[in-house]
């Protein structure tokens, strides 16, 4: 059952009073010369001890009404206690509530009361030794209550960096499970879709060419189901076990690409990459071919170029599709985007002279 905030108030209140009556009443039986406990001592305790069930709303009239009824208890001449224990957790609430500035100058208002109202009593302008306890117990309760003040706000925003720390982490998950989940997907999709197209095309006329293109629709499917199990096991272990995509796999893109009808020409090697870097290329080389064979209105040719140089790593991927106009960015151009802004790198993707082109740059550390 949930611990509800009444209960505890209810329960500190019970428990000073409780601590205030005893502590007094004991005073009054074993201290030589004190004045016995009365009825009407009691109830001013209880009364006194009870103002603390509003505290959590009233600090600072609580801490007022508190302290005034704490020495008005010591001036009527009943038996001494520690009923200043009361006014002492009001002022040490107060500070933590509203700060140490509020109540320093309340619990300074206080005293120049307090001292107001002896010298109308006494006549006169001197004070007792006590008087520096007051100063002392002022100072140091609203001390005491400025540092757990000061360490709960810290303990607050460490836990509240903790937790955007924590949403951010998860944020960043998600968006990376989304663009490995689309890119297995939609590259895997519009093949088929293209080889579905073929078969359909010339089943009649070429079965040959209609079997081969329904064995590259199987060989395709069974790629992208080996890659979703792949996925659907790292999320559900937690572990990422499953290989690391590389362009030394590229080849079989770029076969699934000429599959589909398109001549593809490679220049340059990517050599050995960082496996961030070569991650981030695969699957943007991936996105383009993709976006290649389901956007591009008519193409024949795909350029694919791989240039390397001390500290960054490009690619760029054109084709000839006719009459490219810029596109609306997708789920795959923001994830191209998304892959290389992690990596610290630029990436383009427009409509060129002749076609459309990806071009993205990668940072790879550690060279110079």
């Not at 991650?279 to 390397?308: G, W």
């Not at 994830?335 to 002279?353: F, I, K, S």
């Amino acid at each position: 059952m949930e611990w509800q905030p009444w209960v505890g108030r209810v329960v500190r209140t019970v428990v000073v009073t409780g601590f205030v009556l005893g502590a007094t009443s004991g005073a009054s039986r074993w201290q030589p010369g004190a004045a016995a406990m009365s009825p009407l001592a009691g109830v001013w305790l209880v009364a006194t001890g009870l103002t603390l069930l509003t505290v959590h709303r009233f600090p600072l009239t609580t801490f007022l009404v508190a302290t005034a009824s704490a020495f008005g208890y010591y001036a009527s001449g009943l038996p001494g206690g520690p009923i200043i224990v009361v006014p002492t957790i009001a002022l040490f609430l107060l500070t933590r509530q509203r700060g140490p500035l509020t109540a320093g100058s309340t619990g300074a208002a206080a005293l120049a009361v307090l001292y107001l109202a002896h010298i109308v009593t006494s006549g006169s302008f001197a004070l007792a030794v006590g008087a520096g306890f007051l100063v002392v117990w002022l100072v140091a309760v609203i001390g005491v209550g400025a540092a757990v003040r000061y360490q709960l706000d810290a303990l607050a925003a460490r836990r509240g960096q903790a937790d955007e720390h924590r949403h951010r982490l998860a944020e960043r998950e998600r968006l990376r499970i989304a663009r490995e989940v689309h890119d297995v997907v939609a590259h895997s999709l519009a093949m088929i879709n293209v080889q579905a197209g073929v078969a359909a095309h010339v089943a009649d006329r070429r079965p040959e060419q209609a079997k081969e293109a329904l064995l590259n629709i199987k060989a395709a499917s069974a790629s992208a189901l080996n890659d979703l199990r792949a996925t659907l096991a790292v999320l559900r272990s937690g572990e990422d076990k499953a290989p690391a995509p590389s362009l030394a796999q590229a080849r079989e893109l770029l076969d699934h690409a000429r599959d589909a009808g398109l001549t593809v020409d490679v220049h340059g090697d990517p050599g050995a990459l960082p496996a961030p870097v070569d991650a981030a290329a695969y699957r943007i080389l991936q996105e383009s071919l993709t976006n290649v064979v389901r956007h591009a209105d008519q193409p024949e040719t795909v350029d694919v170029r791989f240039e390397r140089r001390p500290g960054a790593f490009t690619l760029r991927v054109r084709d000839d599709g006719r009459g490219t106009a810029q596109p609306t960015p997708g789920h795959g151009l923001r994830g191209m985007g998304e892959r290389a802004a992690a990596l610290g790198g630029r990436y383009t993707a427009g409509p060129v002279e002749g076609g459309f082109e990806v071009r993205v740059e990668l940072p790879i550390e550690g060279e110079a």
